[in-house]
């Protein structure tokens, strides 16, 4: 792998010069009022890291800066910038996430238009559903995994496992309307509970025309897995009692 490779330092007032790549974030309007406010206080600002773009010959590709950049045009003042050749995606993603730190949906992104297919699987389930996407990378992936989502090498192992959680939450809400079953909390306790292989979903809504109301919010995961338990169970003899997880 060949690092990057620096090439010079420049200061403009030509803020046209400097374009975003296809990969990089939306521009966040209050980051960009943090780097105005930061301009004020300090009378300067540090360099941004730039690319030569083979697509725009003369332009340059602001691939951790373009929250700088729109402070800068705004401010009237000059950009400091500092060329790269040979920067591979991942070095763009460092350099993003040490300028400002990124969040998960940055990540979907960045792998959808570098081309992954399980990031664009899991990208048409985000915008589809209301569901939070560390929640998805769960249900799709079999386990916590942010870390490699952050690397670009998630993969969408467990398909199956997520379409079933998504259809029960689905049929709590239509049914009972128990709304925080969309919770990542809920989905994480609920991936325990259909892990164990015990579960029976309609016994669970018959359960649930007996005692929805008893189906309540909780603090975390583990919550929501004996909550879950607890209605499964409940009015039904000891013989007939299932434990999801070891006490």
Same mark, same amino acid.
């Given at each position: 792998m060949n690092p990057s490779k620096y090439v010079e330092t420049g200061e403009t007032r030509n803020y046209e010069m400097f374009i975003s790549p296809a990969h990089?974030?939306?521009?966040?309007?209050?980051?960009?009022?943090?780097?105005?406010?930061?301009?004020?206080?300090?009378?300067?600002?540090?360099?941004?890291?730039?690319?030569?773009?083979?697509?725009?010959?003369?332009?340059?590709e602001s691939y951790d800066g373009q929250h700088t950049v729109n402070a800068c045009k705004r401010l009237g003042c000059p &950009?400091?910038?500092?060329?790269?050749?040979? &920067?591979?995606?991942?070095?763009?993603?460092?350099?993003?996430?040490q300028s400002r730190q990124w969040k998960l949906p940055d990540y979907l992104k960045f792998g959808v238009t570098d081309g992954i297919k399980d990031?664009?699987? *899991?990208?048409? &389930?985000?915008?589809?559903?209301?569901?939070?996407?560390?929640?998805?990378?769960m249900m799709y992936g079999g386990s916590?995994?942010?870390?490699?989502?952050?690397?670009?090498?998630?993969?969408?192992?467990?398909?199956?496992?997520?379409?079933y959680i998504l259809k029960y939450i689905k049929d709590f809400e239509k049914t009972y309307n128990i709304e925080h079953s969309r919770y990542a909390r809920f989905l994480w306790g609920f991936?325990?509970?259909?892990?164990?292989? *015990?579960?029976?979903?309609?016994?669970?809504?018959?359960?649930?025309?007996?005692?929805?109301? *008893?189906l309540t919010?909780?603090?975390?995961?583990?919550?929501?897995?004996?909550n879950i338990e607890m209605v499964y169970n409940y009015g039904l003899s000891d013989k007939n009692k299932v434990q999801f997880t070891q006490k």
């Open positions: 990089q974030r939306d521009i966040n309007n209050s980051g960009v009022k943090d780097v105005m406010k930061s301009i004020k206080e300090h009378g300067f600002i540090s360099a941004i890291s730039v690319r030569p773009s083979i697509e725009f010959p003369g332009k340059l &950009v400091v910038y500092n060329v790269f050749k040979d &920067v591979t995606n991942k070095a763009m993603i460092s350099l993003n996430s990031y664009a699987f *899991l990208n048409r &389930v985000y915008e589809d559903e209301r569901i939070p996407l560390t929640a998805l990378i916590y995994a942010n870390k490699s989502f952050k690397e670009l090498s998630w993969k969408a192992l467990t398909i199956g496992r997520g379409n991936g325990k509970v259909l892990d164990s292989g *015990l579960y029976n979903h309609k016994r669970m809504m018959r359960q649930l025309s007996k005692c929805s109301q *008893l919010k909780q603090a975390n995961p583990q919550g929501y897995t004996d």
